[in-house]
């Protein structure tokens, strides 16, 4: 990934839409904001039972209804509360980005993170690198909104 300057593309994305499991995940924000833990206002997070239920359809519905990019985070590699449901939504994640980097688009912005709970740092982390990330890309001129 390049480095970007995050104030170079600022103004250039307001919707990022971050699907989080209902344990590690959501509990990951809830503890960044019982520690009032700041990040960037256009995170909008969906609060989803597991990641595994995010596929494709989701992750293509959001960015087609002006998502400026997508993440999801779940639970940490063998702590999923529901059967794996973590890696599975690790894998579809990994074959979308293959797909986004075959079709000419960045794959910066479609994004897959791990949490736990009592990590409000992590949650915080994360938004941020997703930022930085989909920076990148309006950088590259990768997003859809560049119609590569």
Same mark, same amino acid.
């Given at each position: 990934?390049?480095?970007?300057?995050?104030?170079?593309?600022? $103004?250039? *994305?307001?919707?990022?839409? #971050? %699907?989080?499991?209902?344990?590690?995940?959501?509990? !990951?924000?809830?503890? +960044?904001?019982?520690?009032?833990?700041? *990040?960037?206002?256009? #995170?909008?997070? #969906?609060?989803?039972?597991?990641?595994?239920?995010?596929?494709?359809?989701?992750?293509?519905?959001?960015?087609?209804?002006?998502?400026? +990019?997508?993440?999801?985070? $779940?639970?940490?590699? $063998?702590?999923?509360? %529901? %059967?794996?449901?973590?890696?599975?939504?690790?894998? &579809?994640?990994?074959?979308?980005?293959?797909? %986004?980097?075959?079709?000419? *688009? !960045?794959?910066?912005?479609?994004?897959?993170?791990?949490?736990?709970? +009592?990590?409000?740092?992590?949650?915080?982390?994360?938004?941020?690198?997703? #930022?930085? &990330?989909?920076?990148?890309?309006?950088?590259?001129?990768?997003?859809?909104?560049?119609?590569?």
């Amino acid at each position: 990934m390049s480095s970007c300057d995050i104030n170079e593309c600022e $103004g250039k *994305y307001d919707n990022i839409v #971050v %699907f989080m499991c209902n344990e590690c995940g959501q509990g !990951s924000a809830n503890t +960044a904001g019982v520690g009032r833990m700041p *990040y960037d206002p256009s #995170v909008r997070i #969906v609060r989803v039972q597991c990641t595994g239920q995010i596929g494709p359809i989701q992750i293509m519905d959001a960015l087609n209804n002006g998502a400026d +990019a997508v993440s999801c985070v $779940g639970c940490c590699i $063998g702590a999923c509360h %529901f %059967f794996n449901g973590n890696l599975l939504s690790m894998r &579809r994640i990994k074959l979308m980005k293959k797909m %986004f980097k075959e079709l000419g *688009y !960045s794959d910066q912005f479609i994004n897959q993170y791990t949490s736990r709970a +009592a990590e409000g740092e992590t949650a915080v982390g994360d938004f941020e690198d997703i #930022v930085e &990330r989909l920076c990148t890309a309006i950088t590259e001129g990768g997003t859809f909104e560049n119609e590569c």
